[in-house]
DNA sequence: CATCCACCGGAAGCCGGGGAAA
DNA sequence: TTTCCCCGGCTTCCGGTGGATG
């Protein structure tokens, strides 16, 4: 390999693809953009939101506002090693893991599970950055980050990795550069580019986040033996993440087989952990905006969420937009309290967009059977008839109750209803029981905001629960 | 303790939309 | 333009399930 160290330039970084997307971006979010990615772990210049700029129109007059490194609160931000609390132990583990890489040989395997915002991703992108910035010269490594709640086909994901490292730069002046589309190729052609552009690396480290999420695991196996059955000469490192615990245990042997690996789970941070990761980033503020509550509070209500420090940077960045965007100079208990309803709001909405207009039916029919219904838990069944009159009422069409049980399914993963096994017994059979995590007035408004269902007045979903 | 019910959920396959290559 | 392929949404089919009941 030629010219030096990492291919990866530090304008296209780990970020770019990723979190950044799980990174709802709150509707409280004030005028300005999400700031660019910053790879290098310091802080953005604190004069990094225009200041420097002036600009005449008054509509767009510039106040201060109450942050002044805004960036160093966004979720897929990565920080330096200094202010990553708690996760020393995880952090040698995966660096030992990687270093072979690091001279061009091969990394280890890694899975890592443990539960959201317990620094996952923070802490294997961090390793990967020291990892690629501390190769020795002429060692190619390629570095690529992956959700695969994003691309969850193979082709998705094998596609994804390919345009990620495939950058012009690997490619001498007289080659051809591989094309990489998004779809419309058969597999196996997918693979053979992918390991075309693979053979321009010495070694590379996939991060595959959320994988629990991808519809076939075979993908894995097949990144996993690349080298083995000679399809690339790059060594290949993976890095797979899940939050569910039990994953990696029960994938098919054959892969599990190809893909050995270092486990790791990775612990919840405790409410101390979470307020001294608050802390480690209180410099996003303005010296003194921030009263003595704030961080406290919004510690607690991520503790409620099992040590969650993803939501707990959220509502700590969205308490602040919330206060800015209201031209309050301090950021106080009020502005976390509103900042958590709107988080919560927006959730549900984020949840709701792209999916098909099914899905808001669905969840139309359990708002209504929660609102009106005494039972606290409601059998697929019941939830089904209402659907049904839902969907005659607005003359949409009906899907059958195999797809609307597949449609419950996928609101019990996304955390909007809570499910239950009951069995009735002798001759009453066994179903599944629902239950609402969300407010129901909250998800009829949100619903309603789809014209399909704005015939549909509250007073008349009484009718159908 | 076998029975029974009514739903559960995996598997397979269909269909229309959309993209790439020949 | 045609052909090939992927993909999400959906249906049909069917064996599995488990605790109150008789």
Request: hydrophobic share 30%; glycine share 6%.
């Amino acid at each position: 390999m030629s010219n030096g160290t990492s291919t990866s330039d530090e304008s296209r970084d780990l970020d770019s693809t990723s979190s950044d997307g799980q990174d709802d971006r709150s509707r409280v979010q004030t005028s300005e953009p999400e700031g660019s990615p910053n790879e290098n772990g310091k802080p953005p210049s604190s004069e990094g939101d225009g200041q420097q700029f002036k600009v005449d129109d008054p509509l767009f007059s510039q106040r201060k506002g109450v942050f002044q490194n805004k960036e160093m609160v966004r979720v897929g931000w990565v920080p330096d090693g200094d202010r990553i609390v708690g996760r020393d132990d995880y952090i040698s583990t995966i660096s030992s893991c990687l270093n072979d890489a690091v001279y061009g040989g091969a990394p280890n395997h890694i899975s890592i599970t443990g539960k959201t915002g317990t620094g996952k991703s923070l802490v294997s992108r961090y390793v990967t950055r020291r990892a690629v910035n501390a190769s020795v010269e002429d060692i190619r490594i390629g570095h690529t980050y992956l959700d695969c709640s994003k691309s969850s086909t193979e082709v998705q994901v094998i596609s994804t990795i390919g345009q990620q490292l495939n950058d012009e730069d690997i490619y001498d002046e007289d080659e051809d550069i591989v094309k990489m589309p998004d779809t419309g190729l058969p597999k196996d052609k997918f693979y053979k580019r992918l390991w075309q552009i693979l053979d321009h690396y010495d070694s590379a480290i996939i991060i595959l986040d959320e994988v629990d999420l991808l519809k076939s695991d075979h993908v894995l196996m097949s990144l996993a033996k690349a080298v083995e059955s000679n399809d690339t000469s790059c060594q290949i490192g993976i890095i797979a993440i899940s939050n569910q615990i039990n994953f990696f245990d029960e994938l098919n042997p054959r892969t599990k087989s190809a893909f050995q690996t270092q486990e790791l789970n990775f612990d919840p941070y405790n409410a101390n952990q979470i307020q001294e990761i608050l802390r480690g980033r209180d410099d996003a503020f303005r010296d003194g905006v921030l009263t003595d509550e704030v961080i406290p509070l919004v510690a607690a209500f991520s503790a409620q969420e099992h040590g969650d420090a993803r939501k707990a940077m959220r509502l700590f960045r969205t308490a602040g937009e919330l206060a800015d965007r209201e031209e309050d100079d301090m950021v106080e208990e009020d502005h976390v309290r509103r900042a958590q309803d709107a988080l919560e709001k927006d959730r549900f909405r984020d949840f709701l967009q792209g999916t098909p207009t099914q899905m808001k039916a669905a969840c139309l029919s359990i708002a209504a059977k929660s609102l009106y219904s005494r039972d606290d838990y409601i059998i697929t069944g019941e939830l089904y008839d209402a659907y049904q009159q839902i969907t005659n009422a607005i003359d949409m069409d009906t899907i059958g109750i195999r797809r609307f049980r597949d449609i419950l399914d996928e609101m019990q993963l996304s955390q909007v209803i809570e499910t239950k096994e009951v069995n009735m017994g002798k001759g009453g059979g066994r179903h599944n029981s629902h239950r609402l995590l969300h407010n129901p007035e909250a998800i009829l408004d949100i619903v309603m905001e789809d014209s399909r269902f704005g015939d549909i007045s509250k007073s008349s979903l009484k009718r159908f629960a």
